[in-house]
Structures are given as structure tokens and as C-alpha cells.
């Protein structure tokens, strides 16, 4: 006998998160095959942010972020954005994690 029922796990679930985070994933996955992130990244290059200081670069981001997440949810905007601003922090020659 099992522990919880597929009935239970039916209804008590909450299938919106489920399909949520799938969404952000898949939405994400597109973007780094499709090459959109790398053409963000070419785009941004163009802008030539790694002349600017350090935290005028993070300002950019967190309002190009912020701006996204008013139109998009957190999962898919972290999902999409991630990758960007990995390849970008590459181009830029400084740790991701400072993005």
C-alpha cells in the first residue's frame, strides 16, 4: 500500500506552480537555443558596459530586471535572465556572481 494516493495528490496539489516553474524552464531553454541570449549578449556588448563601473553595470540590471518581472513572473524572468547575464559576465571578463 502506498503512502498518499494519486486522489490526494490530485487535489491537494497545486498543479500552478508545477506548471509555472515547467514554463520558465522551457522559456528558458528557448532563449539559450534559439540564440536569443547570445544576441542579447552581442547587442549588450554594443553598449559597451564593461567601460562602465562595476555598480552602474548592477543598477542596469536590476532595472532591465525589475522592469521584466512588472510583465513576466520571477521564475520566468530569473530563468531567462540568468543565462544572459552568465554569457554576458564572460564577454565582460568579471564573476557572475557580481551580476
Known sequence: ???ITWRLIETKMCWGVIFLLGGG???AAASQNSGLS???V???DKLNLSALPQPVVVAVV???TVSIT???SNTATANV???ILGEMAVT???NPIYL
Request: a neutral charge; glycine letters at 0%; charged letters at 0%.
Open 62 to 64: 536590476c532595472l532591465l
Open 70 to 72: 512588472n510583465i513576466a
Open 25 to 27: 524552464f522551457a522559456l
Open 81 to 83: 535572465l540568468v543565462p
Open 38 to 40: 547570445s544576441l542579447l
Open 42 to 44: 552581442q547587442q549588450l
Open 92 to 94: 565582460m571578463c568579471v
Open 1 to 3: 500500500p502506498s503512502l
